[in-house]
């Protein structure tokens, strides 16, 4: 092997004809990114060396696993604030065409957008020549039951819970992206010119008694407009704070649930249902991911095993084996 | 004009041109052409193939117009586009690519409101990028084109003017067909001109046209017969002929036509009265010429064609796979159409979510899923990978921009590198099976080096001068580097134009007391030449290596014998004469004056040395003179019309200057002078060195009877002159005969003048040269000898050739029985010398009696004339002239072996290449050629194929076969060839290794039809093959054959223009920048400068682009598809409705910007093995060559890991947020970036090796995501509708949830990578994998770590066959002698087994290589 290709050699060496450069111009530098012998991390995947990772991975895995896990079953005791969801299974709220079907600019509060929703509302864009408020198909097939939840003890007369409408949206959404149109003081004459969703029973504007929760900034609506992923979803309906009276927040006892139906299901084969839930940091309750994280933390931790037992049985020929296999 | 118009205009032409001759018997009549311009008169091209030419002035107006009207005037444009029709022409030139309409397709998709998936404008703009980022590229490529056209287009030269009378500045693009045009010296030539005056009294002009091929070295040119004699300027105005050429054809080395003068007499034009555009006017004052093409229509621009575009193997494979993508689509496209049917069938009533039609309508199931499928394919259209291509491109620009900056290729003697001028193939080169190599200047140096002759049967070994060669090898390099470094003034530096001939010695040599016999003129021109720079680019001629030639001591003492005295007499004396001495004398003439070498003196550039036929010559005999004025008088005769009335024109030299300058161009070798030609031009300064030179010459011509011509000042010294020539053996024989002081002085079209030593000069007319080519393999110059005023022919070419043209009979008397010995003893010596790896040509005479010259005169003017069949008849013509020949002796000349060719060609067999060598040489050189180059091992059987007949081919191919069946029976896995032709056997595997050499007699049956197989098969045996004597015809059937039969990569090497054909069929054609010029650099795919280089550029740059290209092609593939499944994944949650869970910007960017450069990174700088391991292990290169890295397994391989890995990224999301209230984008968020870390991880994983740049990208890109996510969710508040993330990253980067969601699905998604990846390394590495553990050892290590390595080579092989796979051998296997003996026992036996088939049998000297008398490779 006489070749020499020691290219180091000429870093130190230079040219021999130094003093030519000119007339050399055609040299390549002999820079380490020109040549390619820029510094490198090699990493090399061998049992060896791969196997703290693994044990460290099972490490971390399984406790994060069974602290996720625990959280998520602790859910259950029903302290604290209690949030109320309303249910649907089989509604495909994310149906491409469903999905599209909005005009974000006419929720933003744009006056122009309001009498002249976006094409996207088609058919829910105009009925009888005027434009619809809120248009499109996701707002006119608002959920419309009401529920409300009673306390029924032996003695006294049901004790209805007090459910809290406001605070179950997103602040930015109710803050930011959805506006009322500017006008008066009478919302009913800032969507003057608009007519209410076909399948709606009353318009936009008497969703609510309270001014900061009607019209296109009623919570309900936001929650609404936010569309489910997934065609079996739940959407926050209400929030069930914890008081000074109550303690737990619900107490064990007997419940009537008061639901005023409005909305049909039977076209799609849906379900409704009522949820109650507290929230933890890993909101609401999925043993899912604690038992995943422990899995994975459990077979990291056997696959390191089992690179400790190859990385042995490999020793003797370990680095050197690189060469003699 | 646009290149296609002008293509297809040009082959039509052609065709027309073709039709015409068939139906014209006599179509260069001129009548006949003047009917057929008549008959279409508007379109005088239609000529067929030929042109006329006539003067644009005045009085040809009319017919001017006819002819030459429509010609093509000299402007040129080689750009594509104007700025009017870029954006048309662009963007039509781009939507011929399948990839770019596929995207068209998917935007006009797109503006179906039917099936829209995305915002309309959304998805035009990956569209919209490719297309920018190309047109951006090709408009800035077409601008530089445009700004050079019109640099070119601008430059001014001088054309005459009919109305000024005189010549006036001109831009180049105003020239047309029919200007005169005068030139100066070093000037370029504007257009293509016909010579028809030359400043030069004998009408020669030279030219360089080193812009055209490359080629340094000046060519001669000739005036145009008939003008040649004229003494003054030829007038435009009084130019009544008219010229009749071929239409513009890209051959550079033909031009056919004739020039018609008023009186209908015709003469001939060939090449050498073609001036072509691009050259430069050297050494001549001033010429002037008819411009016949222009423009576009000249030879140079329709050589020019631009970069050649190859698809690679790879891409090819890439390009499968893209289809089976598009079936994968559709099956994926198909599902969700089904599912979306299925989906709505499902319902009776119409829910809410199911929005009907605006006006009310409802689309029924079947057709809303028809719809889904266009739907589906524009939401899932990244599943093609488009941005793969542009990808690519990139990414092949960055490969070559390593190998094009890779310092290892850099000569510094050439100050050249590495050119890559196919810009896609980079790749191919990791994939080389086969290699064919040329010899001639791709092994060997092409530095031809005079070794030995033999004169009338005597060898001259000329051991001293061997001796001075092997010491030479070891000073060569600290020489080298002498001669390289610029020593010279600044101002020689500011003008690299100016030609300075390199001195012909330098360094230690030159004072060596070896050389006693040229040692005085070497101190003389040492003292002389100090001052003088060495020119930066070394050339052939020019190292002493070369020049320098120690005679032959036995040799010189017969030479000394040869004395004036001699030939006072000499008709009388020539019987007396020793045989000998006179063949001697006739060889070292023959040596010095049959060739076409142009002589000039280093002081002088470029500055031809001659002296005037009136002063200069020494006059011998009455009969000399009578000859002379006969000359002259001819000439007066022949233009009459011109000859008459000269009046010296305003503007141009009139006949005395001329003949100042003439005789200023002797020039005294004072290095005052630093440009010669200036000095020429100006007759005021000259002229004091003309009265000088008067003197010079009488004394000169006194020099005869002291016979100390080198002596006297005023004549260039021998030493100082220096030959240039078109083939270095040329030169080399010149400066062999300079050794034995036969010096060749001077050569113009009329004659030599060559200073023999104790004869002082002679001058020899020159009456014919029949120039060198390739069919007839010899050239002869015929001449009037001055002494014996006999004329001679001195022929000069192929031994095989020769010896068949010996005459029978003695032509001077000598007997028959001592020619036919000299004869036998010549041939054996021939033989001895090819066996040491010489280059063999034989010299022979021929004196020819003055009636038998003119009558052949005669034949041969009437073949020079014909425009038809030229080249036939000239061939028939040469060979009446060269027959009854009397041999005189051989030459051997050596041609070194490249430095480090058997130590690549070693390691490129180690690297499983199988190397062929194809070469035009003979049998004996060539086979030692490869014996010396390690392309053949001493121990190797070598198998001969040398047959007369076809039947005898098969007969003798079928038994060795046989022979090597029986020889390998052991080898289970051999399977016969004829079954699996495509897969050859690997020989290295087995017990025998043989080599194979094939002649190009064979070689031509072998080719036939029913050969082929066989042929093919009994090569596969053989680790190396070699053709000797073939043609370059051959050599491209060869290469076609190899590759179209056995379906293998094959790359060809080459460094002549006998190449090219070669190089243009392999996959790979290289070019090796040597000696010959650029036709094969031009015709090639990467141009190098030394065949050594060819071992780094497969072994490392082969092996990196390969696996990094294809790596990147499978990442891009596993990136798209693992991504896609994502919105796949989704549609069974969303009734196959379409709905992307990701907003359409982030989907778009997510390929465009956040997974776009960390691949093309990887492609650019990915490296697996390092580059020194690489080539300590050429064994690596197997991997490339089997497409491991890229096998259609590795592909469904990669597309099923990313299947998963899209499942887990969709999966764990799913069930983590099962049942909450999550809506679209907020779902979409967490698997989107997850996505991301897997790809991007997935790199890492995948990666060999990481540089802070792979980090910085990889960084980048993650951050870019973030960023933009961020930036995009915190101020889209009601853009992009529907579609709206408002908000949504930040919430998440606040949730703790969202992070375990990522880390978890990341981790799963990448685990059986990483786990196969671990498993792949710790249990079975590949030699790649335990190659790259050997980088991170110590360099001790390492060497030891190499050692077991190589030991345990065979221990692998075995243990490979197992595996299915050969890792190639290393180490080479002891042979027994018994197997030599046994192979040359086999070859014996066939000799005679098959008597009648001539059975070439090499006695197989195991030790021959050493023996010989080759520069073996330098000793390690």
New interface residues.
Partial sequence: ???N???KD?VDGG???A??G?????????TAF???R???????????T?LPTFFI?GLI?IP?GIG?FVTSNNIREIEGNVFM?Y?LSN???????????????Q??G?PSALLNP?K?C???RRNEDKPIAPCG?IA??MFNDTLELFLISNDSAPYAIPLKKKGIA?W??KN??FRNPPGGENLEERFKGTTKPV?WLKPVYLLDSEKDNNGFINEDFI?WM???????????YRLIERTEDLHPTLPAGRYYLNITYNYPV????GRKRMILSTIS????K?P??GI??IT?GS??FL?GVV?LV??HK?RNSG??A???? | MTEPLQWTRYHWRRLIGGANRDNDERPYNYSSLLACGGKTSQTPKLAGKHRVVVPHLRPFKEEYEKFSGAYMNNRIRTTKYTLLNFVPRNLFEQFHRAANLYFLFLVVLNWVPLVE?FQKEITMLPLVVVLTIIAIKDGLEDYRKYKIDKQINNLVTKVYSPKEKKYIDRCWKDVTVGDFIRLSCNEVIPADMVLLFSTDPDGICHIETSGLDGESNLKQRQVARGYTEQDSEVDPEKFSSRIECESPNNDLNRFRGFLEHSNKKRVGLSKENLLLRGCTIRNTEAVVGIVVYAGHETKAMLNNSGPRYKRSKLERRANTDVLWCVLLLIIMCFTGALGHEIWLS???????????????RLTSPLLAGFYMFW?MIILLQVLIPISLYVSIEIVKLGQIY?I???????N?KM???VQCRALNITEDLGQIQYLFSDKTGTLTENKMVFRRCSVAGFDYSHKVNAKRLESYQEAVSEDE?FA???SGSPSD?AKPKAHSCRTAHNGPLGSKPLNHLSGSSFALGNGEGASEVPH?RQTAFSSPIETDVVPDTRLLEKFSQITPQLFTPPDEMAHSLPLETLCIMDFFIALAICNTVVVSAPNQPRQKVRLSSLTGMPIKSLEEIKNLFQRLSVRRSSSPSLASGKEPSSGVPNAFVNRLSLFSRIKLASPVEEEGSQMSESPQGSSNSTCHEETEKQNSGAGVTNGKVDSLPGQPLASDLCYEAESPDEAALVYAARAYQCTLQSRTPEQVMVDFAALGPLTFQLLHILPFDSVRKRMSVVVRHPLSNQVVVYTKGADSVIMELLSVASPDGTSLEKQQMIREKTQKHLDDYAKRGLRTLCIAKKVMSDTEYAEWLKNHFLAETSIDNREELLFESAMRLENKLTLLGATGIEDRLQE?VP??IE?LQKAGIKIWMLTGDKQETAVNIAYACKLLEPDDKLFILNTQSKDACEMLMSTILKELQKNNRASPEQVPLSENLHQPPVPQDLGLRAGLVITGKTLEFALQESLQRQFLELTAWCRAVVCCRATPLQKSEVVKLVRNHLRVMTLAIGDGANDVSMIQVADVGIGISGQEGMQAVMASDFAISQF?HL??LLLVHGH?CYTRLSNMILYFFYKNVAYVNLLFWYQF???F???S?TDYWVLIFFNLLFTSAPPVIYGV?E?DVS??TL??LPELYTSGQKSEAYLPLTFWITLLDAFYQSLVCFF?P???????????F???NPLNTAALFIILLHL??E???????HMVVIIGSILSYFLFALAFGATC??CN????P??IMQ?HLLD??FY??CV?TT??AL?PR??Y???Q???F?SPI??A?????LTPEEKTE?LK??KK?GKM?QA?SKYAGYSAATSGRRPMSGHSTVSAMMLATSYAIEQGNVSVCETVFDSDMPQTSGVAG??K?
């Fill in positions: 092997m006489a070749m290709y020691n290219a000429e040219p021999p004809g003093p030519g000119a007339a050399k111009n055609r040299r390549p530098d002999n020109k040549q390619q820029l510094p490198a991390w090699q990493p090399i995947l061998t049992a060896g791969v991975i895995f994060i996720i969801y249910g509604f495909y709220q994310n149906h491409r065409r469903y999905v599209k079907s909005r005009d974000d600019s929720l933003n744009d976006s996207e088609e058919p829910y198909a006119n097939s997103w930015t959404d930011v992206k399948n929650v936010r569309t489910a992923a997934l065609p079996t979803f739940r959407k926050l039977h076209s799609f084969d940091w890993m909101g609401g999925n899912f991911l995943a994280y994975i077979i990291s696959l690179l190859i990385n490999y680095n050197t690189d060469i003699t296999i | 998936a499902r319902y009776e009533d119409v829910p809410f979510f199911n929005i009907p039609e605006p006006d009310g739907t390593f094009q900056n890779d310092v290892d290729f850099y510094e100050d050249s590198t580097d390289d470094t610029p530096m930066s480090g130590e690549s390691a050594r071992s780094k990196w949650f969303c009734g409705s379409g709905t869970m700088l490296k580059a020194e080539i300590q764990v799913y069930y983590t947020y099962q049942g909450s209230d999550i809506d679209i907020t779902f979409g890492v994983i990666s060999k090796s990481l540089t802070w740049i508040i009601t509708p529907p579609s709206n408002y908000w919430e703790p949830m375990l969601v978890l981790c799963i685990l990483f786990m990846r671990v498993f390394e710790s249990l590495p994998l335990r790259k553990h050997l980088d991170r770590a077991k390595w345990t692998d243990m490779p330098p390690d």
